[in-house]
């Protein structure tokens, strides 16, 4: 990070922008210059506002009731913004990725909202990958540890929550984009359910299942943010049913101190899972990895079929390979997936009979550094992050410490996105 600055609340930069809005663009401005060196810039940001701009954003919805006028954000490019080329991490030439002539969904909402947004935010090429690296506009750091990733693909968003530029930014979570950057980067987030009306006119990775959310640095605002774009949150009048599985009861390996401070965070907001729920948790579990690797895989070539081989040079070479095996698996292959997704989501839909919740780790280890960010990596990752993502279930992720400075996290999995869970939990 180029330079310290201090990370202010909604409440902060709204107090702001209702005392003096040219003060609060000139102040966003300011962190935009300031907050990371010249080549981190890169490898966050794609095209940040202007500063007339952005004084003049500030001034329109100075004066307004709108709910979150003078709250400040990044936008991930893979939603569209009216008339504004997107890029989704790659170095396409002009045109060849479609454009919209309105907003998506979601920064259509939080513009009338009274939000200002400060710019796009880079990302692992076409959302393809969990660690930040993208080889045409830099790799993206954690901003506190720049040896260390900031996780991805939502890299730009939670290294620009994790700066201190922004209190909030919109990401996707296909197979924990959301959720491992947040991790890492030590930030409250939230995915949405796999269908949600916000992500329905994204740009794709796979399109059953990909998900809206965002990043906060405190669970207060995470909170304001649910209130306005998720409908109000069901009632009930009893604390919510939930347990956990960690990664003994998963018998996944995790380092050690990971596995301690997960435990205890766990033991906060819920019980261990019986030796029923666990055995069940695990048999459906099993493999889930590379069931969602098959099918995420194969919805991917659909999308990116017009343009695999036709612009295959300009493809980061591991995610062409990516999304390329999407043509190759075989019908055996195809089946055994969709039998594992079916056994996963029986198995939620079992699980949500008795319980409200089931939290789960979401990384066995803190950010990595780039000579870790290994396949063997991804696979650990992406067995503890695609059950949720297989079942299409809204999941709060929370920063768990640990004692070095680093940090990681655990997913908190409901069924609904109106779920009671969410603000009980962010309220405790």
Request: charged content about 20%.
């Amino acid at each position: 990070m180029a330079s310290e600055i201090p990370p202010w609340s909604f409440g902060e930069w709204q107090a702001l922008a209702a005392k003096n809005p040219a003060d609060a663009g000139r102040e966003l401005f300011r962190r935009l210059s300031v907050a990371f060196t010249p080549e981190q810039r890169r490898a966050v940001l794609l095209d940040p506002r202007s500063e007339a701009d952005l004084v003049a954003a500030f001034e329109r919805v100075a004066n307004t009731i709108a709910p979150l006028a003078g709250v400040p954000y990044v936008l991930k490019d893979l939603f569209y913004t009216a008339h504004e080329p997107l890029r989704a991490g790659s170095v396409f030439p002009p045109g060849a990725l479609p454009t919209q002539p309105r907003d998506s969904k979601l920064p259509h909402a939080l513009r009338g909202f009274g939000a200002i947004l400060a710019g796009k935010s880079q990302l692992h090429e076409f959302a393809y990958g969990l660690t930040g690296e993208n080889p045409h506009f830099g790799h993206c750091e954690h901003p506190h540890f720049p040896d260390r990733t900031s996780g991805g693909s939502s890299s730009g968003s939670a290294a620009a929550v994790a700066s201190g530029l922004v209190p909030f930014a919109a990401g996707t979570d296909t197979g924990g984009s959301i959720r491992v950057p947040a991790a890492f980067c030590g930030l409250y987030g939230y995915r949405t359910s796999a269908g949600h009306a916000l992500i329905a006119d994204a740009f794709p990775l796979a399109r059953s299942y990909d998900t809206a959310g965002w990043f906060t640095r405190n669970p207060q605002d995470l909170l304001t943010l649910m209130r306005f774009l998720i409908a109000r949150p069901a009632t009930t009048d009893r604390s919510p049913r939930g347990c956990f599985a960690d990664f003994g009861m998963l018998e996944m390996p995790a380092e050690p101190e990971v596995s301690s401070a997960v435990r205890s965070a766990m033991e906060r907001c819920a019980f261990p899972a019986d030796q029923d729920t666990q055995e069940q948790l695990r048999h459906a579990f099993t493999g889930c990895g590379g069931s969602y690797g098959v099918l995420q895989s194969i919805e991917a070539y659909e999308v990116h079929a017009p343009w695999l081989d036709v612009y295959r040079p300009l493809y980061d070479p591991a995610v062409w390979a990516r999304i390329d095996r999407g043509r190759r698996w075989t019908p055996e292959q195809r089946q055994a997936a969709a039998v594992r997704q079916t056994i996963v989501r029986n198995t939620w839909a079992s699980f949500f009979l008795t319980y409200d919740y089931l939290v789960l780790p979401i990384a066995p280890f803190p950010a990595l550094r780039k000579s870790e960010c290994t396949q063997e990596n991804r696979e650990r990752l992406l067995a503890l992050n695609t059950p949720a993502s297989l079942g299409g279930l809204p999941v709060l992720t929370v920063p768990v410490p640990l004692e070095n400075g680093l940090s990681t996290g655990i997913q908190i999995v409901v069924n609904d996105p109106n779920s009671p869970v969410i603000p009980w939990v962010l309220k405790r």
